[in-house]
DNA sequence: GGTAGACCTGGACGC
DNA sequence: GCGTCCAGGTCTACC
């Protein structure tokens, strides 16, 4: 079965999936560069299954399998739709960033959206994952996640579903430092886990919630194993630009951009990126850095 | 509010 | 093969 999905143009797959890593996060899957990739999910009747997705003209074309309910091709097109941000307007961020040099091929290439997964619960735990580690190991990191936790997929076993809370809640600290290999991280994963399954932390709202940014920055840094990085990174997820996901890397460009390589602090690349505003997340993620 | 040290893993390197 | 060093953000204790 295929579900045809339209996107607000301007649109084209592969930017949005090769915004950040995601797309070599499991359960994601991709073959080339085309943009084309495939997704293993875990609906919320229980079943598990893969989806394949690739570009149409006006959007994208998800193929599924045949047996899935009304309900469940619903859910899955929610979950697309959120996950490649089809209905977002970027009009307004592409009319500032005409002015900019080093912005001027977002609009061009069709920058801006940026791939989530179908949950935050499941984007906060790839954001930890991602924290004061190197990329190689968040992936395995990661997968371990997947592989251990997750639903398998009845025509390939091998490949899993990303746990959902509960899956997740029933493991020990123990096991998630041992086996799976998240180290300190373990503690974090599990009381997050605990925390949305028990319902008293509902993650899935935030992605409609009317606070200000500083307000849900503040709630998302409530969450143990997110910082100002993370955090930020998560708004950036959450269609909120006003924050900057500050790392090592960030540090080292703005210096080589700016600061003729000198050591540099958190707040000149606060100060870099303050002039784009609402935008500013959005100005630096797709920066032309000169010497990257 | 700012700072120092601990947390943990795996890769790189030297022996 | 073994030991040491290092990179990477966040948390906690302390000032």
């Known amino acids: 079965m295929k579900i045809f999905l339209e996107a607000h143009p301007p649109f084209s797959l592969a930017p949005v999936v090769w915004s950040h890593g995601w797309a070599q996060l499991a359960p994601f899957a991709t073959e080339d560069r085309s943009g084309k990739f495939s997704y293993v999910f875990h609906l919320s009747s229980g079943k598990t299954g893969e989806m394949t997705i690739h570009e149409i003209e006006s959007g994208v074309s998800v193929e599924v399998d045949d047996s899935l309910s009304q309900s469940e091709v619903w859910e899955i097109s929610q979950n697309v739709k959120w996950m490649l941000g089809l209905d977002q307007d970027l009009s307004e961020f592409y009319l500032a960033a005409r002015n900019e040099p080093s912005l ?6 069709r920058q801006g959206r940026i791939l989530r997964s179908p949950t935050l619960f499941e984007d906060v735990i790839k954001t930890i994952l991602t924290t004061n580690t190197l990329w190689a190991a968040t992936i395995r990191m990661n997968k371990n996640v997947v592989d251990q936790f997750g639903s398998a997929l009845a025509k390939d076993p091998s490949r899993h579903a990303f746990p959902n809370p509960e899956q997740l809640a029933m493991t020990s600290i123990e096991i998630l430092r041992s086996s799976t290999r998240l180290g300190y991280r373990a503690p974090y994963i599990l009381e997050l886990a605990k925390r949305v399954a028990s319902g008293d932390l509902d993650l899935e709202a935030y992605k409609t919630t009317d606070l200000p ?7 998302l840094l409530g969450i143990k194993g997110v910082g100002s990085y993370a955090a930020a990174n998560l708004l950036m997820i959450l ?3 006003d924050y900057l996901p500050v790392d090592s890397w960030a540090m080292r460009m703005v210096s080589q951009e700016w600061y003729q390589g000198e050591p540099i602090g958190r707040a000149e690349v606060e100060n870099a990126f303050e002039r784009w505003g609402k935008w500013k997340g959005l100005a630096y993620w797709f920066w032309n850095w000169s010497s990257n």
Not at 104 to 109: D, G, Q
Request: proline fraction near 6%; glycine fraction near 6%.
């Open 239 to 241: 269609g909120r630009y």
């Open 104 to 109: 001027a091929h977002v609009e061009e290439r």
């Open 213 to 219: 940014t500083p307000e849900l920055r503040k709630h």
